[in-house]
C-alpha cells in the first residue's frame, strides 16, 4: 500500500503533509519505511515544516537509522535534514572541530555504537576486578565524548544503549558470569545510565531487542552485506522509539491517555448488556483481556500517567461499572476527567484538555470506533490516537509499543501529579464562588523560594523541556546551560516547591533573573500548570524580590517572549501591570503591591 501511495503521490507533487497524515493513519513496514527515508532524503528543506538537524555517529551503517529518523520527524511535524559521520572515522569526526559534525551544527547528535566494536569487552572468562575494569574504562570514553560534545555543540546528545550478541555460546553455564556478553551489556548499560557528568537521552534499543527476540533482531546477512545493526524489519519500532525520545526533548511528551469505554474498556453496550452481561473478567478470553487492559492502564495511573474519559455513555451507566463490577481493577477515583455525554468527542476533548490545564498535543485517545478515531485525526491532528477495534489482547501492544509515555527518570513530582490535578479540581470547582480566597486559604499552603542547587538541575531541564504555557522565554535550557549559568556572577536561579493538605507537589516552578545595578531581569520564569490558580507566581516573586534583596533595586524586567501557548504567563504579567506598552518592565514597589497570596 505504502510504496503505490509513493509512487503515485510523488508523481503528482502532493505536500508533505499529504504524507504525514499517511504516516498517522496507516502502520508502515520496514522495508517500505527504508524506501520512504530514502524518498525524503531527495527532497529538499519545506516551509511547510520547520528544519530539525540530526547527526548519526554509528559503527555500523547509518543510513538505516537515517531513513527511520527522517519518517519519525516528518510524524512530528518537522523535516529531517540528516549528516551522517563518515564510515569508520568517528574519532575524527567527534574530537575535530573541523570535521563536518561541527559545520553542520547539530540540534541532535545520535551515538550509536556497536557493542563487539568497543574495545574492552570480555571475550573469555575473566576474573571480576577485571570486567569491573573494562566497565570503568568503557565509562570513561564515553564520558569524554559526551563532555567535548557538549562542549563544543548545543545539540542534545542521544545514545542507542547496547545490544548483547544472540547466540549463546555456554549458556545456560554463563547465566551467573559476571563475564558472560548478556550480563557485561546489562551491567554496562546500567552504570553508563548511571553517569551523571552528562545529560544524555537513552533510547532503549536494548530493551527494543530483547522484546522482537535477539535471535531475530540480529540480520547477519544484511549485517555481513551492508553492516545494517539490525533487521529491516524492525526499523518501525524503532522510529517510534526514536520518536518517544525526541517527543520527551522537544516537550511534547503525552501526560494523559484518554478513553472510551464500551467495547474499550469492557466488551459489549453498558446500558444495553447491563452490568452484568458485559465482558469483563476471567469468565471468557475476551473478558480476561479487557481486565488485563484495564490493569495495564492502573499500572500507568501508578506512574503518574493521568487517565480521563471520554464516551458517548450515560454516567450513572459508567460508575456502576467502576465501583460494582468484581473484575473491574479500575475505581472511578482513578479518574482525573469524565466526559460522558452525547456532545462530539472533539468538543469533549478540547474541554478535557482546557480542565487539565495541557496541550491537546500532550493526550493520547484510546477508541474502538473508527468514524471517532478518523474525526479526532482530522479536527484535532496534535491529538494522538489509537485505535482498539480489533482482539482486544492486542490493546495493550498497541499503546505500549508506541512509546506514548516514555520517560528518561522519574522524579517526585510524576508521582505525585495526579494528587494535584484532584486540588486543581476542587480550586476549579469554587472559582466561581464568592469563597474563593477562603478555599485557597483551607487548601494550607506552603511554599518554600530558594536558590537552586545542582542536584535539582535535571527536574529544572525537565520543566524547562516539558513546560509551554507559563514559561517566560521558552529557551529550552538544558543542564549544561544551567550549570554554566550558575558560574556567573549576579545570576540566580531559583527553584520553588509547594505543598498543601492535598499533596506535596515538589519542585513546580523556577526561574532565572540577572542583577545589573538597580534593575534586575527576569530571563526565565517557568510553573507547571498542575499548580495553576493558587496564587504560587506572586508567592514566587515576592520571596525571590527578599532573596535578591530588593532594597538595593528599583526597576524589575520581563523578558518576555510570546509564543503560541504562553498566554497564560503574559496574563498573570498583565495582573501585574506588566505588558508590551511598558516594555515588561516596572518599580520594584509597584510589583508589590500586586504580589497578594495565600501560600506561607
Not at 499529504?18 to 519505511?33: A, N, S, T, V
Not at 564510515?87 to 551544527?105: H, P, R
Not at 451507566?317 to 455525554?341: G, T
Request: proline share 4%.
Amino acid at each position: 500500500m505504502w510504496l503505490k501511495a509513493l509512487h503515485a503521490e510523488s508523481r503528482k507533487n502532493k505536500s508533505l503533509c499529504y504524507f504525514r497524515q499517511l504516516l498517522l493513519r496507516h502502520p508502515i513496514k520496514g522495508f517500505e519505511l527504508d524506501t520512504f527515508g530514502r524518498y525524503l532524503s531527495s527532497l529538499k528543506p519545506s516551509k511547510e515544516f520547520p528544519s530539525l538537524k540530526v547527526a548519526i555517529l554509528a559503527t555500523s551503517s547509518s543510513q538505516p537509522l537515517a531513513n527511520a529518523i527522517r519518517v519519525e520527524i516528518l510524524k512530528e511535524g518537522f523535516f529531517g535534514e540528516i549528516y551522517e559521520a563518515p564510515f569508520g572515522a568517528l574519532q575524527q569526526e567527534i574530537f575535530n572541530k573541523q570535521s563536518g559534525l561541527y559545520s553542520f551544527n547539530p540540534d541532535l547528535i545520535l551515538l550509536s555504537f556497536d557493542f563487539e566494536k568497543l574495545e574492552k569487552i570480555p571475550k573469555r572468562p575473566l576474573k571480576k576486578r577485571t570486567i569491573d575494569s573494562f566497565i570503568s574504562d568503557n565509562k570513561k570514553t564515553f564520558n569524554q565524548i559526551w563532555k567535548y560534545l557538549t562542549q563544543n555543540l548545543k545539540g542534545q546528545i542521544l545514545q542507542n544503549a547496547f545490544v548483547p550478541p544472540a547466540y549463546l555460546l555456554a549458556n545456560p553455564g554463563e547465566r551467573l558470569e559476571p563475564w558472560a556478553y548478556f550480563n557485561f551489556v546489562e551491567k554496562l548499560n546500567y552504570c553508563l545510565r548511571k553517569t551523571k557528568s552528562a545529560k544524555v537521552f537513552w533510547i532503549d534499543v536494548d530493551r527494543l531487542a530483547c522484546s522482537v527476540g535477539l535471535d531475530n533482531w540480529h540480520d547477519p546477512r544484511f549485517f555481513h552485506q551492508s553492516s545494517y545493526p539490525f533487521a529491516l524489519q524492525f526499523l518501525p519500532n524503532y522510529g517510534n522509539l526514536f520518536g518517544a525520545t525526541l517527543r520527551e526533548i522537544i516537550g511534547r511528551a503525552p501526560k494523559a491517555l484518554i478513553v472510551d469505554l464500551d467495547d474499550t474498556l469492557w466488551g459489549g453496550v453498558v446500558a444495553d448488556d447491563g452490568l452484568d452481561g458485559i465482558k469483563l473478567g476471567p469468565d471468557t478470553p475476551e473478558g480476561a483481556a479487557f481486565t488485563n487492559f484495564c490493569k495495564y492502564l492502573k499500572l500507568l495511573n501508578e506512574r503518574g500517567i493521568i487517565l480521563g474519559i471520554c464516551s458517548k455513555n450515560e454516567l450513572k451507566n459508567a460508575i456502576q461499572v467502576f465501583e460494582n463490577h468484581q473484575h473491574m481493577p479500575l475505581k472511578w477515583s482513578d479518574f482525573s476527567v469524565c466526559r460522558c455525554n452525547w456532545n462530539s468527542k472533539e468538543k469533549n476533548l478540547i474541554e478535557i484538555s482546557k480542565e487539565l490545564n495541557i496541550d491537546p498535543s500532550a493526550i493520547v485517545f484510546a477508541d474502538n470506533n473508527p468514524a471517532e478515531c478518523e474525526l479526532i485525526r482530522q479536527k484535532l491532528p496534535m491529538v494522538k490516537v489509537v485505535e482498539l477495534n480489533d482482539d482486544p489482547a492486542l490493546f495493550i501492544k498497541k499503546i505500549d509499543n508506541n512509546y506514548f509515555f516514555h520517560k528518561q527518570c522519574f522524579f517526585h513530582e510524576d508521582l505525585v501529579r495526579l494528587k494535584s490535578y484532584k486540588s486543581s479540581k476542587e480550586i476549579k470547582l469554587n472559582k466561581n464562588q464568592k469563597n474563593l480566597t477562603k478555599f485557597l486559604k483551607s487548601l494550607q499552603m506552603t511554599g518554600k523560594v530558594k536558590i537552586a542547587e545542582q542536584n535539582e538541575f535535571p527536574r529544572l531541564a525537565e520543566l524547562e523541556s516539558k513546560t509551554n504555557q507559563f514559561n517566560l522565554s521558552t529557551r529550552r535550557l538544558k543542564i549544561t546551560e544551567l550549570k554554566n549559568l550558575k558560574t556567573k556572577k549576579n545570576v540566580f536561579i531559583v527553584s520553588g516547591y509547594l505543598k498543601d493538605r492535598f499533596a506535596n507537589h515538589g519542585l513546580i516552578s523556577y526561574c532565572i533573573a540577572q542583577k545589573n545595578c538597580k534593575k534586575l531581569t527576569i530571563e526565565d520564569f517557568l510553573m507547571s500548570c498542575r499548580v495553576f490558580s493558587r496564587t504560587f507566581e506572586f508567592f514566587f516573586l515576592k520571596k525571590l524580590l527578599k532573596i535578591v534583596d530588593s532594597t538595593k533595586i528599583n526597576r524589575i524586567k520581563f523578558n518576555f517572549r510570546s509564543t503560541q501557548k504562553n498566554n497564560p504567563i503574559k496574563l498573570f504579567l498583565k495582573s501585574c501591570g506588566i505588558n508590551r506598552k511598558n516594555k515588561f518592565e516596572t518599580r520594584v514597589e509597584n510589583l508589590k503591591k500586586k504580589l497578594v497570596t495565600y501560600i506561607k
